[in-house]
């Protein structure tokens, strides 16, 4: 007999949450533009990776809205949040999803957010 599938939850230490914390990281974070996303990005006072996202209405309906969320978000626990701690970075990232994010599929954000991460750690990276 085949059980319920595995639930892997997105920790809430692992979360940008907060107003206050958004509106900074949207005001002072380091900002890479994507076609789908914006991406920012600061250093994250808890010594550890966090991950939010943003995603505005953009005159699209709420099931619209909660599927790009949904979308980002897994995307965040299962790719950006692994890369930043594999790096050592302890950065806050911020994902912001602009109208063409509406109409793209998992496979494209995917492909659109590690092209950004890989720029951003890229730039992090002590030379040596």
Do not use: W
Request: hydrophobic share 35%; proline share 9%; glycine share 8%.
């Amino acid at each position: 007999m085949v059980g319920p599938p595995e639930r892997r939850q997105f920790p809430r230490a692992a979360r940008v949450r907060t107003g206050p914390h958004i509106r900074t990281l949207l005001r002072e974070g380091r900002r890479l533009r994507g076609r789908r996303v914006e991406l920012f990005a600061l250093p994250s006072p808890t010594g550890r990776p966090r991950f939010g996202t943003v995603v505005p209405k953009h005159r699209h309906r709420i099931v619209d809205r909660n599927l790009v969320r949904r979308r980002l978000r897994e995307i965040g626990r299962t790719e950006v949040l692994p890369l930043l701690e594999a790096r050592g970075l302890a950065l806050d990232i911020l994902v912001r999803a602009g109208p063409a994010a509406y109409s793209a599929d998992h496979s494209d954000l995917l492909a659109e957010l590690n092209r950004l991460m890989e720029s951003l750690c890229s730039e992090n990276l002590p030379s040596e």
